[in-house]
């Protein structure tokens, strides 16, 4: 089996990275046109809620897209 790997960015990884309004607005772009030439798979959100006694939830988001140039 092929491996897989994934890269999550937490809220300071993103900071640190210091992107240009300009480079978030390129890459929301590509991302869109990337959705609407079929190039993303975009599932439904799921609700998780682990226990009840946590009184809390989440909401998963899963969803792919290829590689941006």
């Known amino acids: 089996m092929q491996q897989i790997w994934m890269t999550?960015?937490?809220g300071?990884?993103?900071a640190e990275l210091a992107l240009s309004d300009d480079e978030i607005l390129a890459?929301?772009?590509e991302s869109l046109r990337a959705q609407?030439?079929?190039r993303t798979v975009i599932e439904p959100r799921v609700h998780l809620e682990?226990?009840?006694a946590f009184e809390g939830h989440f909401n998963v988001l899963r969803g792919y897209i290829g590689?941006?140039?």
């Open 8 to 10: 999550y960015l937490n």
């Open 12 to 14: 300071p990884d993103v």
């Open 27 to 29: 890459a929301v772009e």
């Open 36 to 38: 609407g030439e079929g």
């Open 50 to 52: 682990p226990d009840p």
């Open 67 to 69: 590689p941006l140039n």
